[in-house]
């Protein structure tokens, strides 16, 4: 037979050690899902950066085949 009070005891310390480990299940939980969320925003800002230099670039080679056909063009050629 166990004592009443000692198997009361045990169960009481087993319930608390199951709550202290829940929380910190849910607070490892939370700190990986805020992790991912911080992952995944500087993923899309540093993928919006790279979609506006490339941007940039577009349009500067546009700007350089638009004055090498103008530089080619007979009005251009007959200024020389």
Same mark, same amino acid.
Not at 17 to 45: G, I, P
């Given at each position: 037979?166990?004592?009443? %009070? %000692?198997?009361?005891? %045990?169960?009481?310390?087993?319930? *608390?050690?199951?709550?202290?480990?829940?929380?910190?299940?849910?607070?490892? $939980?939370?700190?990986?899902?805020?992790? @991912? &969320?911080?992952?995944? =925003?500087?993923? +899309? &800002? &540093?993928?919006?950066?790279?979609? =506006? @230099?490339?941007? %940039? $670039?577009?349009? +500067? !080679?546009?700007? =350089? @085949?638009? !004055? *090498?056909? *103008?530089?080619?063009?007979?009005?251009?050629?007959?200024? &020389?």
């Amino acid at each position: 037979d166990y004592d009443p %009070v %000692v198997v009361d005891h %045990v169960a009481n310390e087993m319930v *608390l050690a199951l709550n202290a480990l829940e929380e910190d299940f849910v607070k490892a $939980e939370e700190e990986e899902k805020k992790r @991912l &969320e911080e992952e995944e =925003k500087r993923r +899309r &800002e &540093e993928e919006e950066e790279k979609n =506006k @230099l490339w941007e %940039v $670039e577009k349009m +500067r !080679q546009e700007d =350089k @085949l638009m !004055q *090498l056909s *103008l530089d080619t063009t007979p009005e251009a050629k007959g200024k &020389e």
